[in-house]
């Protein structure tokens, strides 16, 4: 028995024990890195597997708001909210709706349908109408989109048509889709015409103002220019003649 040997056998626990403290202490640290970022929240397969939503999927094929939701999720931090109309909701429309709006109203209406915030159910009883769309700001004829609760109940308002948030599809804090019973209409595409007309008619009223005076300020002030001009022309003129007769008399 050498003092070598058995050091061999004392130490030999130490180092079986090191190794496997060393071992666990991988196993435990190994996970952290493994689930890495989550994969980027796509729009489009959470309404596929929801499967109710086929013309909504379309339009948001068309218009490509589908690929901008993807992208904007992955860009901002404020998250977004999407009503989702169900396949019967678009049914229900009046029979050419969405076919006679061009590309541009299809696109309004579908960005009508989503806001640039997260919005979690709870949350709608302390928004403050109107609430602002990825449509546009939120005054009167340009998009206004109301939200009114009681209980659990969410409506919401255009003012062409009331809907009824009817299901929560998706939620992850930062993505939040619901499935709503009626297409939201915007006013401004759907509801009556803008007073546009009010504006219309002042033109015409400054234009008989202005036919009240024999001619337009403008042109008055055009014209004696001119004529200062031409008098200024004339003299100019008179002089060079006026200085030749006085070379010649010289
Ligand atoms: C989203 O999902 C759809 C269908 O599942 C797929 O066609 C599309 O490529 C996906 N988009 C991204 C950005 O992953
Ligand atoms: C998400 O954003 C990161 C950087 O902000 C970018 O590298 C990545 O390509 C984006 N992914 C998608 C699917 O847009
Ligand atoms: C929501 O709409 C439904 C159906 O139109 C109606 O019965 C209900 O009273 C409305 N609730 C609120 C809070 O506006
Ligand atoms: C939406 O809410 C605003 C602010 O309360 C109100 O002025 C407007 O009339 C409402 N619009 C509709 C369509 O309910
Ligand atoms: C929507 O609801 C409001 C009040 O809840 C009502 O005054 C209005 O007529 C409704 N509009 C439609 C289009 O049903
Ligand atoms: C036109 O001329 C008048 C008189 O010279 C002057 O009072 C007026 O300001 C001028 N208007 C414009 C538009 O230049």
Redesign the pocket.
């Known amino acids: 028995m050498t003092p070598h040997f058995l050091s061999i056998h004392f130490l030999l626990p130490f180092i079986l024990l090191f190794t496997t403290i060393t071992t666990t202490t991988l196993a435990q640290t190994a996970p952290a890195p493994a689930p890495g970022p989550p994969p980027?929240t796509n729009i489009t397969k959470i309404l596929e597997k929801a499967s109710q939503f086929t013309t909504l999927l379309r339009l948001f094929s068309i218009t490509k708001v589908g690929d901008q939701i993807?992208?904007q999720l992955?860009?901002s931090k404020s998250g977004m909210t999407v009503f989702a109309p169900t396949d019967n909701a678009f049914s229900a429309l009046s029979a050419g709706t969405l076919n006679s709006l061009s590309d541009q109203q299809k696109d309004e209406l579908i960005q009508f349908h989503v806001l640039p915030t997260f919005i979690s159910t709870t949350q709608f009883q302390t928004l403050s109408n109107p609430l602002r769309t990825q449509a546009g700001d939120s005054t009167f004829y340009n998009f206004p989109l109301n939200v009114t609760t009681s209980g659990n109940t969410v409506n919401l308002t255009t003012g062409v048509v009331n809907a009824t948030v009817a299901n929560t599809i998706y939620t992850d804090g930062s993505l939040a889709v619901y499935e709503v019973d009626k297409v939201l209409l915007p006013m401004n595409l759907f509801g009556p015409q803008p007073p546009a007309a009010a504006p219309a008619p002042e033109p015409v009223k400054k234009k008989k103002k202005n036919g009240d005076d024999d001619t337009p300020a403008d042109s008055v002030n055009s014209t004696s220019s001119a004529v200062d001009l031409r008098v200024g022309l004339h003299g100019f003129i008179w002089g060079l003649i006026a200085a030749f007769i006085a070379m010649l008399c010289l």
């Open positions: 980027p993807n992208t992955n860009n």
